[in-house]
Each structure stands twice: as structure tokens, then as C-alpha cells.
């Protein structure tokens, strides 16, 4: 058992070593530095809410919330993310959807007899990965669909500021014209401005909550301009017309780096996907992957390896913008 350890321990410590290695800089993170930055140089004016607005903005956690808080290393990044779906889902409904999948996991593999660390492996990844993937899937679409929508509603910004309309108006008739979420994230800013937020303090809310720099370009933007001076409304106009820009370069990206993906990932499932056949003909071939010490290392060393050719070939197709 010892010397399954040490192999355990070697492989993640390479693992960790190659990702310091390969990574880099990172373009996000490089990124976010520089939004910080400019949030910091340039400030935001902050409005003092009376108790009873705060309290109409406050939202409380169940007991189920409380309880499953309790056992998440990280549990605001969670109810973030959760916050981010633009769905009611709650820290509680999450953690009961993630061991209810891992118990029925679990108790599936036990009954078709599988050995004991495949099951608890496999009851780990399905009830932690499954939730996390669906949940990541989801705010990847309604970003994708924010991002899509937001210099049209930008647009229209621009032509109620040119009509003669102060900008907290327009703002609150583009979350009523728009539809999806970029109307449900104005009327949001909307309602708080209404209860007593004021307009930096709402729009900044809404940008650390959805994540995009789309959406920070143009809250930055207002907050230059609102001690600067100037036009803003052509201001916005010059930026729509960069985030329109920005999102056919990506679209460019995509289309050029789509069958670099595909083979990755065919050549990253296929191991699993013949391990997964032959279990289903011989499941007592496969099972010796399970007892068998040398086949333990064998396999250990073949996810080492795999694990290293998938992190390389991400590298290489992703790209930042």
C-alpha cells in the first residue's frame, strides 16, 4: 500500500510541476488585474442605504443553506456561481443534488458488484462533477447569450441618451425591451437604483456577479466618464461597436481552433470509452486493474501520462482575447 502512495504522490507532484510549467502568464488573471486597477483609479461613488432598503436587497439562507455551508471549504464562491445561473437555485438545492448523486452512484456500482475503489472513486466524481459541470454549462450559455445581446442593448443606450433621457431611465427601458438576460440584468439595476442604490454601487454589483469584461468595460466607462465629462453617449456607441468586434474575433477563434478540440477530446475519451467496453464484455479481465499491484501502477502511470498530453493540448488551443 505504501508504495501505491508514494506513486500517488509522485504523479500529482509532477502533474502540479508541469501545470507551473506550461502555464504561463495567465491573459485572464492579467486582465483582471488591469479592471481592478482602473476600478480602483477611478473609484465609485457609494451611496449609505437606510435599514429598510437593505433589508428589501437582503436575501436570506435556509437551514439546509446553513447546513451545507458548513461543510463547503469556499461557500460564497459557490452561491456566486449559483448567482451567476440567473435560476433560484440555492447552496442547499446544490448540495443535496451532490450526494444524492453520489449515493445513487454509489449504491448502483455496489449492486452490479464493482470493487470497492472504483465504487467510492466513481460515486466521488459523479456526485462533486456532475452538479459542477451542469452548473458551469449553464452560466457558460447565459453569459454567451449576455455577451451576444449586450452591444444591441448598448444601442439602444445610446439613442435614449440622444432622445434627451438621463441614463437611469433608459437604463430601466432597456431591461423592459430587451429580452433574456441582459434585460433581466438591467431591470435588476433598475429595482436597486429604485430602493436607494445608486447607480455605480448597482451596475458594479451586477459586474462582479456575472464575471465579464464586457460588462466592466462598460461600467468603467460610465465611471469615466461621469468625472471626466464628455459625450456619453458616443462613448458607449465606440464601445459597441469593440465589443461587437471582440465577439467576431472570438467567433474567428473558435472556428479556426474547433477540430484541434474535437481531436483532443476524442483522443482524450477514447482510452475510457474502450476501458468502459471492455468492462461491459469482462468485467473479471478489468477487475485485476483493481487488485493487482502492478496493474494499479501500470494504470496509474497511463492517467499520469494522460493527464499531461490533456493539459498540453488545452495550452494549445485556448487562447485569450
Known amino acids: 500500500m505504501l508504495p501505491l502512495i508514494l506513486i500517488a504522490g509522485g504523479a500529482a507532484m509532477v502533474l502540479a510541476m508541469l501545470a507551473l510549467a506550461f502555464s504561463g502568464p495567465s491573459a485572464s488573471r492579467a486582465q483582471t488585474r488591469r479592471i481592478a486597477a482602473l476600478r480602483e483609479r477611478h473609484g465609485r461613488a457609494e451611496m449609505a442605504v437606510d435599514p429598510q432598503a437593505r433589508g428589501i436587497a437582503a436575501v436570506r439562507d435556509t437551514r439546509m443553506d446553513v447546513a451545507v455551508g458548513r461543510l463547503l471549504p469556499n461557500r460564497e464562491l459557490l452561491a456566486k456561481r449559483l448567482a451567476m445561473t440567473g435560476k433560484d437555485w440555492t447552496v442547499g438545492q446544490y448540495g443535496l443534488a451532490t450526494a444524492g448523486l453520489g449515493v445513487a452512484t454509489l449504491m448502483l456500482l455496489m449492486m452490479k458488484g464493482a470493487p470497492l475503489m472504483l465504487t467510492l472513486f466513481a460515486a466521488m466524481v459523479v456526485g462533486g462533477g456532475v452538479p459542477h459541470f451542469v452548473v458551469g454549462r449553464v452560466i457558460g450559455r447565459r453569459v454567451a447569450k449576455f455577451t451576444q445581446r449586450f452591444p444591441d442593448a448598448i444601442d439602444l443606450l445610446v439613442r435614449g441618451l440622444r432622445s434627451g433621457l438621463p441614463i437611469s431611465e433608459t437604463m430601466g427601458v432597456v431591461g423592459a425591451e430587451v429580452?433574456?438576460?441582459?434585460?433581466?440584468?438591467?431591470?435588476?439595476?433598475?429595482?436597486?437604483?429604485?430602493?436607494?442604490?445608486?447607480?455605480?454601487?448597482?451596475?458594479?454589483?451586477?459586474?462582479?456577479?456575472?464575471?465579464?469584461?464586457?460588462?466592466?468595460?462598460?461600467?468603467?466607462?460610465?465611471?469615466?466618464?461621469?468625472?471626466t465629462g464628455g459625450n456619453l453617449a458616443e462613448t458607449l456607441a465606440n464601445l459597441a461597436d469593440v465589443l461587437r468586434k471582440r465577439g467576431q474575433m472570438k467567433l474567428k477563434i473558435r472556428a479556426m481552433s474547433s477540430e484541434s478540440k474535437a481531436s483532443a477530446y476524442i483522443v482524450g475519451s477514447l482510452p475510457f470509452i474502450v476501458f468502459g467496453l471492455i468492462w461491459m464484455i469482462n468485467n473479471e479481465y478489468m477487475k485485476n486493474f483493481f487488485t493487482d499491484e502492478r496493474l494499479m501502477v501500470v494504470g496509474m502511470g497511463g492517467l499520469l501520462w494522460m493527464g499531461i498530453g490533456g493539459f498540453i493540448m488545452a495550452k494549445m488551443v485556448s487562447f485569450e482575447i
Do not use: H, N, W
Open 179 to 227: 429580452e433574456g438576460p441582459v434585460g433581466e440584468e438591467f431591470r435588476a439595476v433598475s429595482d436597486k437604483m429604485k430602493i436607494g442604490r445608486s447607480m455605480d454601487a448597482a451596475l458594479q454589483e451586477t459586474a462582479d456577479r456575472l464575471g465579464t469584461p464586457e460588462f466592466q468595460f462598460f461600467v468603467i466607462t460610465i465611471a469615466i466618464q461621469r468625472e
